[in-house]
């Protein structure tokens, strides 16, 4: 099993975008047919899962017709800009001033650190990790 970005990048790989297409065409036309069952809530769930299902296939359809490739949603490398490009400030004596990149690299190594860590030293699975 792929760990990391590279699990997510197989499921992507695996997706058949016409087939996606058309399942979502069809639950579509299902709730199409059905009548307002008067229930605010559930109308509103309806109405939602509806236009969902839109957009999946909007998006597919981009896909599609642009020759994009799903899986190359995922990074395998993460570019870095040089340090000159997002650069550390000193303001007064104890203050420090960062760029935003800084803060999200910091993030990324962070994460990617600790999943590795507890891939290595747990006994749940990717999917559990991922998912607590």
Do not use: C
């Amino acid at each position: 099993m792929s760990t990391e970005g590279g699990s997510i990048r197989q499921q992507l790989a695996n997706l058949d975008l016409r087939i996606i297409i058309d399942y979502s065409l069809v639950e579509w036309k299902e709730l199409e047919e059905e009548e307002p069952t008067g229930n605010e809530w559930e109308d509103r769930k309806v109405g939602r899962r509806k236009d969902f299902l839109l957009r999946r296939m909007e998006l597919a359809k981009h896909f599609i017709r642009t020759n994009i490739e799903p899986k190359w949603m995922v990074l395998r490398l993460l570019p870095v800009l040089p340090p000159e490009l997002r650069p550390i400030y000193h303001i007064d004596d104890d203050k420090l001033v960062t760029s935003d990149i800084n803060e999200i690299y910091r993030r990324i190594i962070y994460r990617n650190n600790t999943l590795t860590d507890l891939l290595t030293t747990s006994i749940a699975t990717p999917e559990e990790l991922i998912i607590s």
